[in-house]
């Protein structure tokens, strides 16, 4: 089994920075992907940021694409989120997969992932 815990959430200004943690515990071997998702009240989830651990490759929503940076550590993925715009406030989410192979498009989709965090809460404020 795996756990996930995100952490380094808070209020910020527009135009402001934070930085998120999600840390893995368990049987982290079987990780293969981790991604950052968001979601606010009334909306699906949308994928942000993916890392596929193995090769260190990432992929990234357009809507954060040149803001939001993925990163890994031993057991530890990052999400470092400048240039923050209100409408960035939601709960995020880090959730891992255990698959075979790159996910590829499939990455967006909630269902693919095994092991879900239990959220931080992100606002930002203009």
């Known amino acids: 089994q795996v756990q996930l815990a995100e952490s380094g959430g808070g209020s910020v200004q527009a135009g402001g920075s934070l930085r998120l943690s999600c840390a893995a515990s368990?049987?982290?071997?079987?990780?293969?992907?981790v991604t950052w998702f968001r979601q606010t009240p009334g909306k699906e989830r949308e994928g942000v940021a993916l890392i596929y651990r193995r090769l260190g490759t990432t992929a990234y929503a357009d809507s954060v694409k040149g803001r939001f940076t993925i990163s890994q550590g031993m057991t530890t993925v990052y999400l470092q989120m400048n240039s923050l715009k209100p409408e960035d406030t939601a709960m995020y989410y880090c959730?891992?997969?255990?698959?075979?192979?790159?996910?590829?498009?499939?990455?967006?989709?909630?269902?693919?992932?095994?092991?879900w965090g239990q959220g931080t809460q992100v606002t930002v404020s203009s």
């Open positions: 959730a891992a997969a255990a698959v075979q192979g790159w996910l590829g498009s499939r990455w967006t989709r909630s269902g693919e992932y095994n092991y």
């Open positions: 368990g049987d982290t071997r079987r990780i293969t992907h």
